[in-house]
């Protein structure tokens, strides 16, 4: 009687296939796209659609749009669906001069509190941003530069400030995404790894004055920027009338 061969065992899943079957991978591919602009504002993540998208079942689905609106870059409608979030650029004006006073207030206050070990992990942040600047890899600037800043408003030992600052760079995220995308298509990699050298001899030096300053030129670069990349983009076509900071 011929022998039976023994049932082929179904390949094992690998960390890839894993990973792709997983909230978190789907959240990160959603948040790119949102960020890029290629998902548009009010664009409708419906549940079901997604999930055959990605081919996974709804519960990771659920996971990634719960963190995006955590984020702020999708919003849940009074019908509980879930859309990304609007984006007016006309609020930007507002949204520069609150950037302004907070980061003004988090690196004085980062200079006067700091410790060797947080002037340390930040200058070790600001390598790896300097690193993706050499590499024109846009996406891992805006990574790490978000974390700089937000090791910075920590630094400052004071809780409220550091959590308004974070919530206003989350508001933000577009904004800033979509200015990096223009850096490191028109600025030389030498321009762009000299951006934090102020705001890290000011916090260095714990000269709380200087820090103040360089927090506000560096609102006033991140500003200027931007509306450099408004002049040559055509997405939006519209003036903005800019405070006096």
Same mark, same amino acid.
């Given at each position: 009687?011929?022998?039976?061969?023994?049932?082929?065992?179904?390949?094992?899943?690998?960390?890839?296939?894993?990973?792709?079957?997983?909230?978190?991978?789907?959240?990160?591919? &959603?948040?790119?796209?949102? !960020?890029? &602009?290629?998902?548009?504002?009010?664009?409708?993540?419906?549940?079901?659609?997604?999930?055959?998208?990605?081919?996974?079942? $709804?519960?990771?689905?659920?996971?990634?749009? +719960?963190?995006?609106?955590?984020?702020?870059?999708?919003?849940?409608?009074?019908?509980?669906?879930?859309?990304?979030?609007?984006?007016?650029?006309?609020?930007?004006?507002?949204?520069?001069?609150?950037? #302004?006073?907070?980061?003004? +207030?988090?690196?004085?206050?980062? *200079?006067?509190?700091?410790? #060797?070990?947080?002037?340390?992990?930040?200058?070790?942040?600001?390598?790896?941003?300097?690193? *993706?600047?050499?590499? $024109?890899?846009?996406?891992?600037? =805006?990574?790490?530069?978000?974390? =700089?800043?937000?090791?910075? +408003?920590?630094?400052?030992?004071?809780?409220?400030? @550091? @959590?308004?600052?974070?919530?206003?760079? #989350?508001?933000?995220?577009?904004?800033?995404?979509?200015?990096?995308?223009?850096?490191?298509?028109? =600025? #030389?990699?030498?321009?762009?790894?000299?951006?934090?050298?102020?705001?890290?001899?000011?916090?260095?030096?714990?000269?709380?004055?200087? +820090?103040? $300053?360089?927090?506000?030129?560096?609102?006033?670069?991140?500003?200027?920027?931007?509306?450099?990349?408004?002049?040559?983009?055509? !997405?939006?076509?519209?003036?903005?009338?800019?405070?006096?900071?």
């Amino acid at each position: 009687m011929p022998q039976l061969s023994p049932p082929t065992k179904p390949a094992a899943k690998t960390t890839n296939d894993k990973k792709r079957h997983s909230g978190t991978y789907v959240y990160e591919r &959603l948040r790119e796209q949102i !960020l890029r &602009l290629i998902l548009k504002p009010n664009t409708q993540l419906d549940e079901i659609s997604l999930a055959e998208r990605f081919g996974v079942s $709804r519960s990771p689905v659920r996971d990634a749009l +719960a963190r995006l609106v955590a984020d702020g870059l999708a919003s849940t409608l009074p019908n509980r669906s879930t859309v990304v979030s609007s984006f007016h650029i006309e609020e930007f004006p507002q949204y520069i001069a609150a950037l #302004d006073l907070l980061q003004r +207030a988090t690196t004085r206050l980062a *200079a006067m509190q700091r410790t #060797d070990e947080e002037l340390a992990e930040m200058m070790a942040v600001n390598d790896c941003y300097i690193a *993706a600047a050499k590499r $024109r890899d846009f996406h891992e600037m =805006f990574e790490e530069n978000k974390r =700089f800043h937000i090791l910075v +408003a920590q630094a400052g030992k004071n809780d409220y400030l @550091a @959590a308004h600052y974070t919530k206003l760079l #989350d508001e933000g995220q577009r904004l800033l995404y979509v200015q990096f995308d223009y850096l490191v298509q028109n =600025f #030389d990699e030498q321009v762009l790894e000299k951006d934090h050298d102020g705001l890290l001899v000011a916090i260095s030096q714990q000269d709380a004055d200087l +820090a103040e $300053r360089m927090a506000h030129e560096h609102t006033l670069l991140f500003q200027r920027r931007f509306l450099d990349y408004m002049g040559q983009n055509s !997405l939006y076509g519209m003036a903005v009338e800019m405070p006096n900071l």
